[in-house]
């Protein structure tokens, strides 16, 4: 039996047409001694090989991207430069302006040949270059390398691609005993829904119903839950600091998991109450848990939160002028989150489990129970629209799984490559750890980027599959200044409601890609990618207003 769960989802300087003169006038010569590390020529730069190995298009079968010995898409069309000479101009002055506002606005040396900023932008119909500065360098991308992974889920998958957890018997089923156990293969599915605040306890219901069904009320055995090819669960590497493991968005992939391992608690005061009240999900948690949050006077938000191999805990205080707020966290092991779950709901159900949850590799094939899918869809705006890392990195093991060799870093960069060539894309450069941009490690060029986007969006409003997935694709991007990662950013200007893109931000890293229609109606594709010496705040200073500027600029271009 095959289940398909619907899982439905996760001030500005503005540069008005030739405004840019006075950055010009602004940098006075200065400008002029910057190297070319920040500035950038007139052409791309091309990027280094990282010598990873190829990958061979024969392993798996692409629903929509082309076969290795087809024709790529991108031969298909026609793609010549026509480069806006004014356009580019203006972004170069953009970026000498924000570099100097950014010097003046750290204490600390901010050196030009330290900060790399690149650019480019394509028409979306043609994938013809409009405007390129350094667009070829391989640069760090953030949460922007989460274009490629969700980009390769839905042409190596297709749009009706799935996340599928097998359920098999052990053994047979006597007087209402399932003998041998119960076996769970992994399928890299993250088990998320929007909006629900973690409680996705029910995604078991369905595997309790077959077991009833089938008049099982005992397992004589254990719940075997087989991480099958996936790796084991740990940070990645060149993750953020230690100190911030704990906190959701260095939430560990796993071949089994459920709310993509974070926890969410929800805490909600009441009038004349010493405490406020606390719902914890997903639940049980697997661990000893310490929940207390003192209600007190005025709107004092002091709740701590946090999950470690002994203890959840959810404490402090939060004042009783706030009616409620919401805070999610790691859980250390995905995969012991995934089996508490589990064996909770089924003994809700009635079904006792004699041998509790076990974890083995490659146990014996059973009697097929069911399989419970979830549709690689609703994964797309939790990655591109909230910017969720561990979903991200869940399919980024899924690809690996299927297509790359093994659900590993090295079989997700396989699948990626495999991905981005059958969509007619350069892999030059190109590094990636993990699937949603966080490690420092990853590498891709906004050149690459834009080719990505093009690829993709070029076949918006064109029937068929490509045409669906192009839909899939845009509608999965943050809206400018509406939602997501984007909800809060350029209000009020032209851009709100017209910019679809996606954010990227660790440490010293910021980026932004995404697509418009400038002025004449003309659809563009742009990215602009930002690397820089680790000073807090230039961000939110510097870069992300620069982003904003060069938005309203391709805006106004015709």
Known sequence: MRVALDQTFEGIAVA???????????????????????????????????????????????????????????????????????????LRELVDVWYLRARNATKRPLPSDEVRVSISVRDARTGAVVADVRAGRSLRPASNLKLVTAAAGLYLLGPEGQFATRYELGGPIEDGVLRGGLVVRAGGDPIVRDGSFGAVEGYFDVLAAELAQRGVRRIAGAVVLDEADYLEPGPGPAWPS??????????????????????????????????????????????????????????????????????????????????????????????????????????????????????????????????????????????????????????????????????????????????????????????AVDGSGLSRDNRVSPAQLTALLWSVLGDLGQPGRQGEAAELYLDSLAVMGRSGTLEGRMRGTPAEGAVFAKTGFIDGTSGLSGWLQDASGRPLVFSILVNYPTVGGLNNKAWKPMQEAMVARLLEAR
């Open 242 to 431: 230690k100190d911030q493991h704990w906190k959701d968005y260095c939430a560990l992939a796993a071949g089994l998991t459920i709310n993509g391992g974070v926890l969410e608690a929800v805490v909600t005061t009441h009038t004349g109450a010493s405490h406020a009240s606390v719902e914890l999900h997903p639940a049980p948690t697997g661990l000893p848990t310490s929940i207390g949050v003192r209600q007190v006077p005025g709107r004092l938000n002091d709740v701590r939160v946090g999950a470690t191999v002994s203890k959840v805990t959810v404490g402090g205080k939060l004042g009783e002028a706030v009616p409620r707020i919401e805070a999610a966290f790691r859980h250390p092991d995905p995969i012991a989150l995934f089996g508490s779950v589990l064996e909770a709901r089924l003994a809700r159900a009635q079904i006792a489990i004699d041998g509790g949850v076990a974890r083995r590799r490659g146990p014996p094939a059973g009697e097929h129970l069911v399989t419970i899918t979830s549709p690689i869809t609703d994964s797309l705006v939790p990655i591109n629209t909230h910017s969720n890392n561990s979903v991200a990195d869940q399919l980024f093991l899924k690809l690996g799984s299927d297509f790359g060799g093994g659900g590993t870093r090295a079989g997700g960069l396989a699948a990626l490559r495999l991905a981005l060539d059958r969509l007619g894309v350069s892999t030059q450069g190109l590094r």
């Open 16 to 90: 008005r047409g030739r405004a840019c003169a006075a950055g010009r006038r602004l940098a006075l010569g200065a400008l002029a001694a910057l190297p070319l590390a920040l500035l950038g020529g007139c052409g791309s730069e091309a990027a280094a090989s990282t010598g990873a190995e190829s990958v061979d298009a024969a392993t798996a079968a692409a629903p929509l991207a082309a076969p290795a010995d087809e024709p790529r898409q991108q031969d298909k069309r026609t793609a010549a430069d026509q480069r806006d000479a004014g356009l580019e101009a203006d």
